[in-house]
Each structure stands twice: as C-alpha cells, then as structure tokens.
C-alpha cells in the first residue's frame, strides 16, 4: 500500500459545518484515509508545518490548449478573441499543437494548485486532435473532465461538420479510452454556441450527450448582439436546463434566470478576469448566490488573463464588493458589510468546483473515502505570514508561487514549490508550436486579419 502522510498543517477541509485546525492528512493508494490530528503511519512524510492544507481548486471553463498563445488577446475585445484565436489559430493546429498546449497548460494549472479542470477543448478539427489532447492532459497528471467541442473549427474534417459526425467522435471515447467516470480523465460535451447553430442543432447534441451519460457545458448570456439572444430562455421553452450542465459566463442574466437554473440543478461557472477584460459585461458572481446558486469560477482563456484559479475567485469578490458598496453609498449610505466572504469563494473553488462537474462524492473536499486531491499553502511566506483566518489567507493573500504541494489522486505533481514534471522538456516543445503557429497565421494576414470579419455582432 502506497501511503503518503500530511503533517503538521492546519487543515481546511472544506466539509460543511468543520473549521479550520491543527492536523494531518494520511493518504492511502490515492484516496484519503484519516484527517486527525498527531497521526503517525509508515508512509512518505510532506512537511505542513506552518502551512495550509486544502483540498484542490476546480476549474470549471479553461480551454486548456490555448498555452501557446498565451497573452495574444490581452488588449482586445471579445470579437478580436473570435477573430485571432477561435477563426485563425485553431484552423492551423495540428495534433502536435494540441498535445503540448493540452500538456503546458494543465502544467500551469496544477503549479497554480488547480488538481481538477473542466477542459472546454474546441479546437477539435480532425478526431486526431481530440485524442492528442487527451494525451497532453493525461502525460500531466491533472484531473480533468475533457469536453470535446462540438463548435466547428475553420478546415475541419468534414465527417466532424455536423452533429451526427461530432456525437460519433464522442461516442468512440465513451467507448473506449474515456469509457470510466471515476478514472482521472473522464468524458464530457462543449456544447455548440446557440447563436451560431440554432436550437435543434443544440437538441441533438445534448440529447446525444444524455444518451451518452455525459454531462455537457456550454456558454451562455456573455455577448451583447444587435438583435440579443437570451440562450437560458430558449433553452428553458425547448425543455433541456437540467442538473447536467455547466453554465459559462452569464454576464447578461438577471436573478430570476440564475434562480432557473439553480432550480433545475444547473451550474455556473464565471470567468472574472476573462469577462472584464473582453468587455463581456459584469461577473455574475455576486447574482448566483443571491439567486441561491453555487458559485464557481473558470480562468477560461490564457490568451487574455492569467491562469491562475485564486485571481479569479479574488476578482470576483472584490468586484463583488466594490458594486455592492457602490449601489448603497448611491442611496446615501455607507456598507455595513462587504460581502460575498473569503470563505464563500474558498467554497466556490473546491467543493462547489466539485459539485458543478458531478465530482462531489470523489473530490472538493478532505474526508476519508474521498480522492487524495490536495494542496500544500505556505502559510509562513513574506506574503502569508502570520496567519489569522486561512480562508483570507488563501483568497486575499496567497498566489501559485505560495503552492508548495500539490497531490493528485494521491501523487505528488509538486513537491517543495517545484513541478515533478520536466517543465524546461515541455518549454521547448511549446516554443517550437509557438514558431510553426505564428509563422503559419502571419501567411495568413496574421491574427487579427483586416479588414474585420463580419460578425453579428
């Protein structure tokens, strides 16, 4: 038995009703056996001492295979995004791109101490890609439900262009490598845009992922048209909300909306960073718990912001409060709080994470029985120390480079503030896609090619 032992640390277990305290985490074959305090075992020693124990961050929206394109849309809008990334660099990947933006990116992700990631992968032109992202994610090690997308991608196979060819791409992985779900990478469904495929395009994909037992996200209310579209409405008149989907961004969604969806077991994930930066309007952070709806957050595109799951979930909280305070001192009085709390978003992270991807059996929090997802915050840092609340701690305070352990199904992926895996081999394999992408989209007109494409927007 393969038994590693947390000790010394002050564990937030994020389990209802418990609070932070004093002790250790005892890990056998990769599942969580005890969280008591002076526990002793014959097993592999991390040393806690001064720091915070958690269990892992969800990512609940990244589209992980953008690495190598990392910074590309910092300045831009929402539709230089569609424009530079979704119409011409993913029209030029090649499954080797794939791969190694699939594997840099889930790097980035645990290094942050992200131990799961809902990976929205809609770059898929040819089933070789869809299968060489799935490589790149599991040579990482990381805990990911891989969405293959369903959206078309400029120069696809022609077998993929329509929903019969991608539901038959979904189906061979459910069969065959992604076939388990409780394996460390299992199957999902990035739902087709609304707006670009209309609703019975969108019926047949869902109804293809149920019959598959597949759960399936899709993006939603984050995009002002000239002649709006309220995806949830349509959504709700054609009878598919449902307790299986992962709701994106929902910038444009009032509270009783939000209330729909809490009410049909739907979720939310929201993109903070992301939603600011594109001008995709205002998080809806704040609007999901007021609707009594679970929070999650998504870093979404490294294109534009950093993939870093604690900027999000500290965003979304400040912007949360600054709003808030805002709308009272407009009626002339001054806040006498400031919520949503460290803890909500704490929660909102892990095992709400957990919740939204129908993982909070297995992962989101530290109880025995439960996958050894767990991470390692140096509590003692210049930045941390001294620690008075771990929860503000951790959300107010702490950044990936304060990750010292991060343990994923009961292995280590970094140990000490450094990756096990061989990031500078990684490197060198991005660098060269990063040369191949960018020399094939300058033939091309480059990113952001002129005069603009018509959008509908």
Same mark, same amino acid.
């Given at each position: 038995m393969e038994r590693l032992l947390i000790k010394g640390g002050t564990v937030a277990t994020m389990e209802p009703g418990?609070?932070?305290?004093? $002790?250790?985490?005892?890990?056998?074959?990769?599942? &969580? $056996? /005890?969280? %008591?305090?002076?526990?002793?075992?014959?097993? %592999?020693?991390?040393? =806690?001492? !001064?720091?915070?124990?958690?269990?892992?961050?969800?990512d609940t929206h990244r589209h992980v295979w953008q690495a190598g394109l990392r910074g590309l849309t910092a300045d831009a809008v929402l539709k230089d995004y569609f424009r530079g990334i979704r119409f011409q660099a993913s029209a030029l990947y090649r499954p080797e791109d794939i791969e190694v933006g699939n594997l840099a990116g889930m790097l980035e992700a645990i290094d942050a101490g992200v131990t799961t990631v809902l990976d929205f992968s809609h770059a898929i032109s040819t089933p070789d890609h869809a299968d060489a992202a799935i490589d790149g994610t599991l040579e990482s090690g990381i805990r990911s439900q891989f969405a293959v997308g369903f959206s078309d991608v400029p120069g696809q196979d022609e077998a993929l262009?329509? $929903? %019969?060819?991608? @539901?038959?791409?979904?189906?061979? +992985?459910?069969?065959?490598? @992604?076939?388990?779900?409780? =394996?460390?990478?299992?199957?999902?469904? /990035?739902?087709?845009?609304?707006?670009?495929?209309? #609703?019975?395009? #969108?019926?047949?994909?869902?109804?293809?992922?149920?019959? +598959?037992?597949?759960?399936?996200?899709?993006?939603?209310?984050? #995009? +002002?048209?000239?002649?709006?579209v309220d995806d949830l409405a349509v959504f709700d008149e054609a009878g598919l909300l449902g307790p299986d989907l992962v709701w994106v961004h929902l910038n444009y969604a009032t509270t009783e909306q939000l209330r729909r969806v809490a009410d049909t077991g739907g979720a939310v994930a929201t993109c903070t960073e992301a939603e600011m930066a594109m001008g995709m309007g205002r998080p809806a952070t704040e609007r999901v718990l007021e609707a009594g709806g679970h929070c999650t957050f998504g870093c979404d595109v490294t294109t534009s912001v950093s993939g870093n799951l604690l900027q999000q979930a500290r965003t979304a909280m400040q912007v949360a409060r600054l709003l808030g305070a805002d709308e009272r001192m407009a009626g002339g009085r001054a806040p006498e709080s400031v919520p949503p709390s460290c803890e909500t978003m704490?929660?909102?992270?892990?095992?709400?994470? /957990?919740?939204? +991807?129908?993982?909070?059996?297995? &992962?989101?929090?530290?109880?025995? !029985?439960?996958? /050894?997802?767990?991470?390692?915050?140096? !509590?003692?840092?210049?930045?941390?120390?001294?620690?008075?609340?771990?929860? $503000?701690? *951790?959300?107010?305070?702490?950044?990936?480079?304060?990750?010292?352990?991060?343990? #994923?199904? !009961?292995?280590?992926?970094?140990?000490?503030? *450094?990756?096990?895996?061989?990031?500078e081999s990684v490197r060198r394999r991005l660098e060269k896609s990063k040369e191949y992408i960018a020399a094939a989209v300058a033939e091309r007109g480059g990113f952001f090619p002129r005069p603009p494409l018509d959008l509908p927007w």
């Amino acid at each position: 038995m393969e038994r590693l032992l947390i000790k010394g640390g002050t564990v937030a277990t994020m389990e209802p009703g418990d609070r932070p305290r004093p $002790a250790d985490v005892l890990v056998e074959d990769g599942v &969580i $056996a /005890a969280v %008591e305090p002076a526990l002793t075992a014959d097993a %592999e020693v991390v040393d =806690a001492d !001064g720091c915070i124990v958690l269990p892992g961050l969800v990512d609940t929206h990244r589209h992980v295979w953008q690495a190598g394109l990392r910074g590309l849309t910092a300045d831009a809008v929402l539709k230089d995004y569609f424009r530079g990334i979704r119409f011409q660099a993913s029209a030029l990947y090649r499954p080797e791109d794939i791969e190694v933006g699939n594997l840099a990116g889930m790097l980035e992700a645990i290094d942050a101490g992200v131990t799961t990631v809902l990976d929205f992968s809609h770059a898929i032109s040819t089933p070789d890609h869809a299968d060489a992202a799935i490589d790149g994610t599991l040579e990482s090690g990381i805990r990911s439900q891989f969405a293959v997308g369903f959206s078309d991608v400029p120069g696809q196979d022609e077998a993929l262009s329509s $929903a %019969e060819g991608r @539901l038959a791409l979904a189906r061979r +992985l459910r069969e065959g490598r @992604l076939s388990a779900d409780d =394996a460390l990478v299992t199957l999902g469904i /990035a739902l087709s845009d609304l707006p670009e495929v209309g #609703i019975e395009r #969108i019926r047949e994909e869902l109804t293809g992922a149920r019959r +598959l037992g597949l759960r399936s996200t899709t993006n939603g209310l984050a #995009i +002002l048209f000239h002649d709006p579209v309220d995806d949830l409405a349509v959504f709700d008149e054609a009878g598919l909300l449902g307790p299986d989907l992962v709701w994106v961004h929902l910038n444009y969604a009032t509270t009783e909306q939000l209330r729909r969806v809490a009410d049909t077991g739907g979720a939310v994930a929201t993109c903070t960073e992301a939603e600011m930066a594109m001008g995709m309007g205002r998080p809806a952070t704040e609007r999901v718990l007021e609707a009594g709806g679970h929070c999650t957050f998504g870093c979404d595109v490294t294109t534009s912001v950093s993939g870093n799951l604690l900027q999000q979930a500290r965003t979304a909280m400040q912007v949360a409060r600054l709003l808030g305070a805002d709308e009272r001192m407009a009626g002339g009085r001054a806040p006498e709080s400031v919520p949503p709390s460290c803890e909500t978003m704490l929660k909102a992270a892990t095992v709400w994470g /957990a919740e939204a +991807l129908g993982q909070a059996d297995r &992962i989101g929090s530290l109880r025995p !029985g439960k996958q /050894a997802d767990v991470i390692v915050v140096r !509590g003692d840092a210049v930045n941390t120390a001294a620690v008075h609340d771990p929860y $503000a701690t *951790v959300i107010s305070q702490a950044h990936p480079g304060n990750i010292d352990t991060v343990v #994923i199904a !009961g292995r280590i992926r970094k140990r000490g503030g *450094v990756l096990t895996a061989d990031w500078e081999s990684v490197r060198r394999r991005l660098e060269k896609s990063k040369e191949y992408i960018a020399a094939a989209v300058a033939e091309r007109g480059g990113f952001f090619p002129r005069p603009p494409l018509d959008l509908p927007w």
